[in-house]
């Protein structure tokens, strides 16, 4: 088969480099000048795992190319990817599909023969119908069907859910189209991957409903853990003792400063508008996005309280600042709530990220940098763990209490035990949903 993919962001880059090393001959489309010059030097432009081998690797095959010619992309395609960012609307809360019209634009205009154009996108209900209008408005004698092909992948471990995916969702219009993204996705029905075919409005809602999902269930365990905090119990038993329950499970209970990315945020905020637009309000959700902003605010009042009340002229080192481990993806990153305000109320802020630094150096002004973190624990009076690196998985607790003026942790992930923090030197430790001490003893 024959793939244009339109647009190298993290969907489209990664769903392009993975269709190529199917055996699919794929031409990625940006119109971004530097960012083709840099692929074609083979660089990426974003953090993830494996994809810059996978991405040389089928270059170097002949299947994987990279242009700026949109035209040429298309011509010959069985099938053109709509892979561009639907970012949150300023002042509403909808997707922006700006991108994802002009697009399709331009793709009537580019289109000589058949192909099925594929919004890959997360798109609110109805877009794909919409796409279809744009491209038969402006052409109105061509052979094409839409279709509507969500992506679930995970940063940090994107291709391995590529690869081997829970589902793979293809909502379609008729049998032709269907067929088609049926040999797209051969190498994955061959080995027994589910792929759900749906009518287009039902691919579109599974996407949103997923992510608004995973998302209560992150926010719902938040919420327990501050309560665990005013009762005495341990979330992480809780979590535990509820994910054994085979209709719970136990993926997204981990209790944390709040959940951030490209998704989750922009997702859920899109849901609720739809909701509103269609009568019929998502409360559920929401209440997770009012709850999840809650909980990152509470995150400061913690490191506040470690510090004996106010941060003023402290110095807090912040490790890690990403929205999650193995991406460099700062967009609504707990961090940026965190830092800013820790600032904001006078104290020095030191961070080290190992992938943050791109991102984070403009979003963070006033922060500053370290690459390690024994450096930059040198002297503290507070350590803050953020992102759970697996570099701040195992770090020399002892060594830390040995460099800081005052050892002070809060361990807003739950790496460490509270008992492991206090045989090290800690005089005070917190944490989400657990036990704590401080110089007058054990709380919570």
Request: with cysteine; net charge negative; hydrophobic share 40%.
């Amino acid at each position: 088969m024959k793939i244009a993919m339109i647009g190298t962001g993290y969907v489209g880059l990664v769903s392009g480099v993975c269709f190529s090393d199917f055996g699919h001959e794929v031409v990625c489309v940006d119109k971004d000048p530097a960012k083709i010059e840099m692929l074609e030097a083979g660089e990426v432009p974003i953090y993830e795992p494996g994809l810059d081998d996978l991405m040389v690797k089928n270059v170097a095959a002949g299947r994987l190319s990279f242009t700026q010619n949109l035209k040429e992309a298309v011509a010959g395609a069985d099938a053109i990817f709509i892979a561009v960012g639907t970012p949150t609307r300023r002042g509403d809360g909808h997707a922006d599909l700006t991108f994802v019209y002009a697009v399709a634009e331009e793709i009537a205009d580019s289109l000589e023969d058949y192909a099925v154009v594929v919004t890959k996108s997360t798109v609110p209900v109805g877009t794909n119908r919409k796409v279809k209008e744009l491209i038969r408005k402006a052409h109105p004698e061509l052979d094409f069907d839409v279709a509507s092909n969500p992506e679930f992948l995970r940063e940090g471990a994107a291709i391995d859910d590529f690869m081997r995916p829970d589902r793979v969702v293809v909502g379609v219009q008729n049998e032709r189209a269907a067929n088609v993204m049926a040999d797209i996705y051969r190498p994955l029905f061959l080995r027994d991957f589910p792929i759900v075919t749906t009518d287009l409005e039902s691919a579109e809602m599974i996407k949103y409903a997923a992510n608004a999902f995973l998302a209560t269930k992150i926010t719902f365990i938040n919420e327990i853990a501050a309560l665990c905090e005013r009762v005495g119990a341990d979330v992480k038993q809780v979590s535990k003792g509820i994910g054994l329950d085979g209709r719970i499970g136990n993926k997204f209970l981990h209790a944390g400063p709040g959940y951030g990315g490209s998704c989750f945020p922009k997702d859920t905020k899109a849901l609720a508008r739809i909701g509103q637009e269609a009568g019929m309000p998502m409360q559920i959700t929401e209440t997770v996005i009012s709850v999840n902003d809650e909980t990152k605010r509470r995150m400061v009042d913690k490191v506040i309280d470690l510090c004996d009340g106010s941060v003023s002229g402290k110095t807090i080192a912040v490790l890690g600042v990403t929205f999650k481990p193995n991406t460099d993806d700062m967009r609504d990153a707990p961090s940026l709530t965190i830092v800013p305000t820790l600032i904001g109320r006078g104290a020095k802020v030191r961070v080290v990220d190992p992938q943050g630094l791109r991102e984070g150096e403009a979003l963070l002004p006033g922060a500053q940098w370290f690459e390690d973190a024994y450096n930059a624990v040198q002297s503290v009076d507070a350590v803050v763990i953020l992102t759970e690196w697996n570099e701040f998985r195992a770090l020399d607790l002892k060594r830390l209490v040995e460099l800081m003026e005052t050892p002070r942790m809060a361990d807003l992930r739950n790496i460490y035990s509270p008992e492991d923090a206090k045989e090290a030197g800690f005089v005070a430790y917190c944490a989400i949903g657990r036990r704590g001490f401080g110089p007058d003893g054990w709380h919570g």
